[in-house]
């Protein structure tokens, strides 16, 4: 009875050691690079509220769903605190990062990447090998115009929000624009309808025309703003949570040494 009892507690020990290790076997490690988080944000340095890191995860995974445009936000204290890495430069260490991450799916290879080393007062868009040096000169200006401003003011926060989005906008070709501007248009078609309908009523049917015709362009707006508007994120372990990020796994990609530094 003992021997038994003793046989079945080794087994349930051994059993749950198998999956001990394979969880940690599962969770990979990019060391010496910092550890991800498993969305596309990874604020290591504290940037962003909760909710400003909701965001950007909301339009980077809108992007990528639409497009299969691939691109990661990691901000860090210093690439000093990561030795072992290529670290000699915020551009060397930039490089290491996108390739350790495999950002960009394959065979398109088109990810970006942006990195903040706050302690260094330096910045990195790193671009993926699809673009060469071709784009350079546009990441430069989004990052000479729009993110290094901000941070000069110490505005970390809006200066990786607004670099984000043109970022999104200038390799993701995409516009994404938010959900109340969707529910305005909404309510002016609301709001046209029976206007339109009272116009015809009156005899006035020149304006009414005039008020089909806006509402048909409402529509119209309304239709393509379905694609850009930013949707919800899938919930972890969901069937679209292999979409992109740490959650699902980056394409693979690798960084062609394109892109732009700033500093302030």
Known sequence: MKNNLFCSLFIVCVALCSVLA??????????????PDRGYVTDHARLLTSEQEEELESWI???EKENGFEMAVVTIDS?????????????????????????GNMPRNDGVLLVVAVKDRKARIEL?????????????RIMQKVIIPQFKKDRYDKGIINGTRA???????????????????????IFLIPVTISLFRSGKRGWGWICVGFIIILLLVLFVMAKKTVQSLPEAGSADGGVGGFGGGFGGGFSGGGGATGSW
């Open 22 to 35: 394979l969880a940690v076997d599962t969770e990979k490690s990019y060391a010496p690079y910092p550890q």
């Open 61 to 63: 995974y809108t992007c």
């Open 79 to 103: 690439i000093n605190d990561y030795p072992g890495t290529a670290n000699s430069s915020i551009e060397s260490f930039a490089t290491g990062l996108f390739d350790a991450y495999g950002i």
């Open 128 to 140: 993926g090998a699809y673009y060469g040096h071709s784009r350079d000169g546009a990441a430069n």
């Open 167 to 189: 970022l999104i906008r200038e390799f993701g070709h995409m516009i994404l624009i938010p959900g109340w501007v969707k529910l305005v248009v909404i309510g002016l078609i």
